[in-house]
Nanobody, 130 residues
Framework: QVQLVESGGGLVQPGGSLRLSCEAS????????IGWFRQAPGKEREGVSC????????YYADSVKGRFTISRDNAENTVYLHMNGLKPEDTAVYYC???????????????????????WGQGTQVTVSS
């Protein structure tokens, strides 16, 4: 059974940092592209950052460029989202997603138009507030 479990969310002050983790079970991440998405109350889901299975192709939404970094540790079957310089507008539920290489084209495409075969985690809440 394919499962993605996010962790690392919480309450942080503006300007602070968090590291989100996404651990995969039931499959190996080696052949999957991974993405982080977020959804704030009353807003549509947004693709924050996506990375190809090899790590050679990445995408970041303009709103997080220069502040967030996606990385993957295939040996640990885990993907991370390092978030620095957090702003109140980053407040949202953050979701991890994985799609097999077969259904992957580019990291940007995965983030902007996730394939119907994408697997999703349950999400972790990130709140940026003083």
């Amino acid at each position: 059974q394919v499962q993605l479990v996010e962790s690392g969310g919480g309450l942080v002050q503006p300007g602070g940092s968090l590291r989100l983790s996404c651990e995969a079970s039931g499959f190996t991440l080696d052949y999957y592209a991974i993405g982080w998405f977020r959804q704030a109350p009353g807003k549509e889901r947004e693709g924050v950052s996506c990375i190809s299975s090899s790590g050679g192709n990445t995408y970041y939404a303009d709103s997080v460029k220069g502040r967030f970094t996606i990385s993957r540790d295939n040996a640990e079957n885990t993907v991370y989202l390092h978030m620095n310089g957090l702003k109140p507008e980053d407040t949202a539920v953050y979701y991890c997603a994985a799609v097999r290489e077969l259904f992957f084209t580019t990291a940007q495409a995965m983030c902007v138009h996730p394939d119907s075969e994408t697997n999703w985690g349950q999400g972790t809440q990130v709140t940026v507030s003083s």
